[in-house]
């Protein structure tokens, strides 16, 4: 099948170790059968006592994972922050995982598009080669994660309840990405538009209408979007009390370590984490630091302007979110089987939620201003959950979209964040 590559991403591997520092690495039963066979002791400077790896779930659903340290760190990462595995028997012997990330391959009809994982920093600073220099690898790597049904798989909903064909579905998914791309506005304002006119597209029925007529129906509801577009970020106001609460929930996930896999278990954590979510749904006092590069700062500080974003961080996010569409990381198979209008909105959200954690970034350092690195450490924090984590998949989170997107919070969200 033919891949379509993201042409606006750069990325090579730079060994900052932090995928091997922040996942869980799932494995096959041939992996782990490869890697037990390597015969890893102590003398490898695998620590004493442990498994290099281990399984978990009841018998029906066993799954087997590469260990951890006692830090958090996958069992064959050395003190230099290099792979084991890699060193001693070269890049083939890793498991698939390793291999793959920061890549996702999805399909989408006749082909299959790429999508790239930001919680890789090096994704984030777009650094490394063009993705589409690297295609020959790529096509490799490809055919050992696309599966043979792949073809056969059918596009997401574009709404509830409404489908089109995979042709019909990618004008969609081309015209949400083409408002991303024009950047005569602020990233903050082309979302709200691409928001705004998805809206209509959800009272819409499309079962007459495909080809050129649905093509030339999107253009007329992105232009009128366009038009009505108030460019003052503060007209669009505070969001709502209720839509403050919910969303401060949702960044209180996105900021959370233990989401990504990372065994941070045991009841005093569980009691500890329950504390904090209390705290995050009371929004009063300090915001409690969920990860170690969070300090504690008043809740009302993160509330207040920061100088907008900068234009290398407008950058970030605007690249963000169109390898995400572009690459089908928002709905569908990739995204708990939500429509591409349910889909598109729960990506929005992390635009806020970003910009919410950048600010505690900088606040930390008793910063007023947002700096481009604070959304870059923001958007590497936010994207190990988004899509990834069960939780942000869970009925709790798509009805939180939902409730948000009813009290018309998400566009007041990216906006008074945008500040
Ligand atoms: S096996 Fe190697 S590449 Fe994979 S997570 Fe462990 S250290 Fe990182």
Redesign the pocket.
């Known amino acids: 099948m033919k891949i379509e590559l993201p042409t606006i991403q750069n990325w090579n591997c730079h060994s900052c170790?932090g995928?091997?520092t922040q996942?869980e690495?799932a494995i096959t039963e041939q992996e782990r059968q490869r890697i037990v066979d390597q015969g890893w002791t102590t003398a490898d400077g695998i620590p004493e006592g442990l498994p290099v790896v281990k399984t978990k779930g009841p018998p029906w659903a066993r799954q087997h994972l590469?260990n951890w340290k006692p830090d958090g760190s996958?069992?064959?990462?050395d003190d230099k922050g290099l792979?084991?595995?890699?060193a001693k028997f070269g890049e083939p012997a890793?498991?698939l995982?390793?291999r793959v990330y920061p890549y996702a391959f999805h399909p989408a009809g006749n082909k299959v598009v790429v999508s790239v994982r930001f919680s890789c920093p090096s994704a984030v600073e777009n650094k490394g080669r063009s993705l589409v220099d690297q295609r020959k690898d790529l096509e490799e790597l490809g055919k050992e994660v696309v599966p043979e049904f792949a073809q056969n798989v059918p596009p997401p909903p574009v709404s509830r309840g409404e489908t089109v064909e995979w042709r019909d579905f990618l004008r969609f998914v081309g015209n949400i990405e083409d408002d991303l791309a024009d950047d005569s506005l602020p990233v903050s304002l082309r979302l709200v538009s691409v928001l705004s006119w998805l809206k209509d597209v959800e009272r819409a029925k499309f079962g007459t209408l495909d080809g050129k007529s649905l093509e030339e129906l999107l253009l007329l509801l992105r232009q009128a979007a366009r038009s009505e577009i108030d460019e003052d970020l503060e007209s669009f106001g505070r969001p709502t009390r209720m839509g403050r609460l919910m969303f401060r929930l949702l960044v209180a996930n996105y900021a959370r370590r233990d989401t990504q896999g990372v065994n941070t278990g045991g009841l005093r954590h569980r009691i500890w984490l329950f504390r904090a979510a209390t705290r995050f749904s009371l929004g009063r006092g300090n915001v409690p630091p969920l990860q170690s590069v969070f300090t504690e700062v008043p809740f009302a500080r993160i509330e207040e302007p920061f100088g907008g974003i900068p234009d290398e961080a407008d950058e970030m996010l605007t690249r963000y979110l169109r390898v995400k569409v572009r690459g089908l990381q928002f709905c569908g198979r990739a995204f708990f089987g939500e429509s591409l209008v349910d889909g598109f909105r729960a990506l929005a959200l992390v635009v806020p939620a970003v910009l919410w954690v950048a600010r505690w970034l900088a606040a930390g350092e008793e910063r007023d201003r947002l700096e481009a690195n604070d959304v870059a450490r923001a958007i590497a924090i936010a994207d190990h959950f988004h899509a990834y984590s069960p939780a942000s998949g869970s009925r709790a989170a798509r009805s939180r979209v939902r409730i948000l997107e009813q009290l018309d919070d998400i566009r007041r969200l990216v906006a008074w964040y945008s500040r």
Do not use: D, E, Q, T
């Open positions: 170790a995928c091997c996942h690495v590469l996958c069992i064959f990462l792979c084991r595995i890699h890793k498991p995982a390793c």
